[in-house]
């Protein structure tokens, strides 16, 4: 596996031609104005507070036709953080945009693709998704709730040619990160017995399980285990539901919001690309 490429600074990919749905507080109603009655792709961009206090810009994009979600955001440090979840192919994808510290011999930036399996009940579906609207987009949101850490060991990489066979979101989310996206054992074999080829799936050198944490490893040169974290700090995780005299069931009306955080372990050819690693 040959290390991660770098490459300058990209930005943030332009939004499609979506459709804006806002009001506010958040809740689910049919898309308006152009392209209402149709499966178009749709955004919704809200304020959002971080664990540290300062507040970004998150966008979420749901498209129906599709059956996909994504959701990105940049850190105040300038990394950018993506979410994508593949309904159809029970694929969740995070990409990772860190960027380098040149002083330390790095280049600009180095991104990094962690692949796991989608359960549908960990975020709302596509097609609510794509109902969301907010009448003050000024306001700032925080999560209702906050899910526990969920900690992965990644022990398989993903073969990027191949990787459309996964999900056809790969080459377009991970396209920077062709050599540096990762995967779990246990996932590989779920997807498998869906179908998925084994050819898309490589394996890891057999000791890196072996390899220290890359904060006890002082040689720059030398293998080791990388560990990287990231949060999704606002998503429609659920719908709600409310009841009314006036109908017999209970009907959607509002979602309820969550932040999730990730540890990634993973292999790394050198110390290099896992400077921001340091041993607890």
Same mark, same amino acid.
């Given at each position: 596996?040959?290390?991660?490429?770098?490459?300058?600074?990209?930005? =943030?990919?332009?939004?499609?031609?979506?459709?804006?749905?806002?009001?506010?507080?958040?809740?689910?109603?049919?898309?308006?104005?152009?392209?209402?009655?149709?499966?178009?792709? =749709?955004?919704?961009?809200?304020?959002?507070?971080?664990?540290?206090?300062?507040?970004?810009?998150?966008?979420?994009?749901?498209?129906?036709?599709?059956?996909?979600?994504?959701?990105?955001?940049?850190?105040?440090?300038?990394?950018?953080?993506?979410?994508?979840?593949?309904?159809?192919?029970?694929?969740?994808?995070?990409?990772?945009?860190?960027?380098?510290?040149?002083?330390?011999?790095?280049?600009?930036?180095?991104?990094?693709?962690? *692949?796991?399996?989608?359960?549908? &009940?960990?975020?709302?579906?596509?097609?609510?998704?794509?109902?969301? /609207?907010?009448? &003050?987009?000024?306001?700032?949101?925080?999560?209702?709730?906050?899910?526990?850490?969920?900690? +992965?060991?990644?022990?398989? =990489? *993903? &073969?990027?040619?191949?990787?459309?066979?996964?999900?056809?979101?790969?080459?377009?989310?991970c396209a920077e990160a062709t050599d540096a996206i990762y995967t779990r054992q246990e996932d590989v074999q779920f997807?498998?017995?869906?179908? *998925?080829?084994?050819?898309?799936?490589?394996?890891?050198?057999?000791?890196?399980?072996?390899?220290? /944490?890359?904060?006890?490893?002082?040689?720059?040169?030398?293998?080791?285990?990388?560990?990287?974290?990231?949060? +999704? *700090?606002? @998503?429609?995780?659920?719908?709600? @539901?409310?009841?009314?005299?006036?109908?017999?069931?209970?009907?959607?009306?509002?979602? /309820?919001?969550?932040?999730? &955080? @990730?540890?990634?372990?993973?292999?790394?050819?050198? /110390?290099?690309?896992?400077?921001?690693?340091?041993?607890?």
């Open positions: 596996m040959r290390p991660p490429g770098r490459r300058d600074v990209p930005s =943030a990919r332009p939004a499609l031609p979506l459709l804006l749905l806002l009001l506010s507080p958040l809740l689910l109603g049919a898309p308006r104005g152009v392209g209402a009655g149709s499966s178009a792709p =749709a955004e919704l961009r809200v304020r959002v507070k971080l664990p540290d206090g300062q507040v970004t810009e998150e966008s979420l994009q749901a498209d129906s036709d599709a059956d996909s979600i994504s959701l990105e955001l940049r850190k105040p440090d300038g990394t950018l953080i993506s979410f994508t979840a593949d309904f159809k192919k029970d694929v969740k994808i995070f990409r990772a945009l860190i960027l380098g510290e040149l002083e330390k011999g790095q280049s600009q930036f180095q991104a990094l693709c962690f *692949v796991t399996r989608l359960y549908h &009940n960990e975020i709302i579906p596509s097609e609510a998704m794509a109902k969301l /609207r907010q009448k &003050n987009p000024r306001a700032v949101r925080q999560a209702e709730e906050v899910r526990g850490l969920e900690q +992965l060991h990644m022990d398989i =990489a *993903v &073969n990027f040619s191949q990787g459309g066979l996964l999900s056809p979101h790969l080459h377009n989310v997807w498998m017995e869906q179908g *998925v080829d084994s050819s898309v799936f490589e394996a890891l050198p057999k000791d890196h399980v072996e390899l220290p /944490r890359c904060g006890q490893v002082r040689d720059r040169e030398k293998p080791c285990v990388c560990r990287y974290s990231l949060s +999704l *700090v606002w @998503y429609p995780c659920m719908l709600k @539901y409310c009841h009314s005299r006036d109908r017999p069931a209970p009907y959607k009306c509002g979602i /309820r919001s969550c932040r999730k &955080n @990730y540890s990634f372990d993973f292999y790394v050819p050198q /110390r290099q690309l896992c400077l921001w690693d340091e041993d607890p």
